[in-house]
């Protein structure tokens, strides 16, 4: 009996295709990479002028770059705005969405914990430009009433909406970390008679410890990286703020809001592409630390 | 805790103070999760009362009006619906494919758990950074100008972990023991695929190919620079109003300019806009919930 053979061309064409298949799954790093580079790129130019220096781009506030004379790009007060916004918003989210997490995770029946869930991805959805949107209508109008700030857009109203939109990340990451402690954990502490509020405190908290710092870690890449929501929502002034009703501008911002005017290849242009640099490296460094955290537990 | 059903069982202080700390604990992180319903519940509400006057069948259809402080945004809805569906032509294909790579393909190897970091930091790199990266790769590198193309080609590498994310969770759910028979009776690898691991995947497939519209359509910063304008001209109801070296308007750049750049706006027109973008994509996002939820009630394994 003769064996059934596959045609030359059905094992080429699979052969094609695996390598397609191959392609595409590497086609992350060539993206990650190709980001780098190309805004590298742009930047790199920059560095060499002698107008321009690394120490006073990092550690200056002074930031003029259309000033006729002595033009100066220094983005500290924008790393200050950027650190103060979401030092707030973390402040804000990190209670709330470790609160809810564990809520939905320890405390609640099944369907209530599948609507919180559907919430939250709700929540997440929601885009960056409508929560600026809000900041800029809602927000603004109740923090002059309740506050008396002479403007409404400012630290407070962008933390208010970068806590609202990092809250989702916080809550799902952690309910994974704390749905990985093993369930004899809790029988026995159940078992000791112990309350479930002593349980998630002496127990679940400490096991999940890490887990939950990785959560935390997202949102704050979430509220670092985030650009139209305060663009909108935080005022436009470049200094260091002094007090939570101070207006401030992001390093995501001041990109967003400068990228239009400044010519190709002036410098202008490349030092707005250099904080980008500086952008994807912070968020790379705060995203690879959660990474390895996450992994960490899924190896125990 | 302390019923008097029991016999043997009596409420001592110390039991009594223990429910009242469970209850609190309970009632303190039900507040907590609350707290996080009840402002999106507030804005859509907000949203939706200030939009009203506005929203209406012709707002969807009619072009702005008056140095766009009058009339709709049928322009922003077809540039959005645009760069929406190139993006996803682009994203779709290069994500399912990439995803059968880590879940079918790859061992637990040093240069696959490099894409497996690749994958995470792409989700992670700031939208404004992948406008950067548009504008220097796209637009002026590969010489695609300001257009359709550059933007879409940006939203879909913006866009690609989120295939690549839910692909993965639907091919990792098919049982290996299917995969296995299907090898016992000499399948190679890529005939397994396609007729055992792709079919029942598929509907999990589509719920991230949903998600990944949803999360387009929605994006500002990376289409801003790289082929979305302020205004541009368009006949009312014209759905072929953009070629695909044009630049466009968009459904959130549209709700950016409006409420930041133009002065004298009628007040419940932006509120309509936002409502409207607001209202596409969490409708959006339920279609790809209410898919997995009834997936997962009518799965058999």
């Known amino acids: 009996m003769r064996r059934a053979r596959r045609g030359l061309w059905a094992l080429a064409g699979e052969r094609l295709l695996e390598g397609l298949i191959y392609l595409c799954g590497i086609s992350a790093i060539v993206f990650v990479l190709g980001i780098f580079f190309f805004v590298f790129r742009e930047a790199f130019p920059v560095l060499g002028k002698e107008n321009f220096s690394l120490t006073q781009f990092l550690f200056s506030e002074q930031w003029y770059p259309t000033s006729a004379t002595n033009k100066r790009y220094g983005v500290l007060a924008m790393i200050a705005g950027t650190l103060s ?35 939250i991805e709700l929540l997440a959805a929601i885009p960056s430009v409508v929560w600026g949107f809000v900041g800029l209508t809602v927000m603004s109008r109740l923090i002059v009433q309740y506050t008396g700030a002479p403007v409404g857009v400012n630290i407070l109203n962008g933390g208010i909406i970068l806590a609202l939109m990092s809250v989702p990340i916080i809550v799902s990451i952690g309910e994974d970390a704390l749905k990985a402690v093993p369930d004899q954990y809790r029988e026995a502490g159940i078992a000791l008679g112990a309350t479930r509020w002593q349980l998630v405190w002496r127990v679940l908290l400490p096991a999940a410890k890490t887990g939950l710092l990785a959560a935390v870690l997202l949102g704050v890449g979430r509220a670092v990286g985030e650009t139209m929501a305060v663009l909108m929502a935080t005022g436009h002034a470049v200094h260091i703020p002094h007090s939570l009703l101070d207006s401030v501008r992001t390093l995501t911002a001041n990109i967003a809001a400068e990228l239009g005017e400044a010519p190709e290849g002036s410098d202008h242009y490349r030092v707005l592409f250099l904080t980008g640099v500086l952008l994807f490296t912070l968020t790379f460094i705060v995203n690879l630390t959660a990474d390895f955290i996450v992994r960490g537990i899924r190896k125990k | 805790m302390s019923s008097s059903s029991s016999q043997r069982f009596t409420a001592t202080p110390l039991s009594r103070r223990k429910a009242r700390q469970e209850a609190l604990a309970r009632w303190i992180f039900c507040g907590m999760a609350v707290a996080m319903i009840v402002p999106l519940l507030l804005i859509v509400g907000y949203l939706f009362e200030r939009a009203w006057p506005s929203l209406s ?245």
């Not at chain 2, 637990?108 to 930091?121: E, G, K, M, S, T």
């Not at chain 2, 792409?122 to 300001?146: D, E, K, N, Q, T």
């Not at chain 2, 014209?238 to 070296?245: E, K, R, S, T, V």
């Open chain 1, 85 to 119: 916004v979401t030092a707030l918003a973390m402040v804000l989210a990190v209670p709330f969405g470790l609160g809810a997490a564990i809520y939905i995770s320890e405390f609640c029946g099944s369907r209530v914990k599948e609507t919180l869930k559907i919430v």
């Open chain 2, 57 to 301: 069948l012709s707002f969807l259809l009619e072009v702005p009006a008056r140095g766009m402080t009058e009339g709709g945004i049928w322009p922003a809805l077809v540039g959005t619906i645009y760069l929406v569906f190139l993006s996803l032509a682009v994203s779709a294909p290069i994500g399912i494919l990439a995803a059968v790579y880590l879940n079918e393909y790859a061992g637990d190897h040093w240069f696959n758990r490099l894409i497996n970091l690749a994958v995470i930091n792409l989700a992670g790199v700031p939208s404004i950074v992948h406008a950067l990266f548009g504008l220097g790769a796209f637009v002026y590198a590969a010489r695609f100008g300001y257009s359709i193309v550059s933007a879409s080609l940006t939203l879909a590498i913006m866009t690609l972990p989120v295939i690549i994310a839910s692909t993965r969770e639907a091919l990792a759910s098919v049982p290996r023991s299917f995969r296995e028979a299907c090898w016992n009776v000499g399948a190679t690898r890529w005939q397994t695929i396609r007729a055992v691991v792709l079919p029942n995947s598929i509907s999990g497939i589509l719920t991230g190919v949903i998600l990944q519209v949803s999360r387009a359509a929605g994006e500002t910063a990376p289409i801003m620079f790289t082929g979305a304008v302020f205004y541009k001209v368009v006949q009312k109801g014209d759905f072929f109003a953009y070629g695909l070296h044009q630049q466009c308007m968009a459904l959130s750049m549209h709700l950016y300019t409006l409420s930041t750049q133009v002065p004298g706006v009628k007040e419940s027109i932006p509120f309509a806009t936002a409502v409207v973008l607001l209202g596409a994509v969490l409708l959006v996002n339920a279609t790809a919930i209410a898919l997995r939820v009834y997936l997962r009630a009518r799965k058999r394994w």
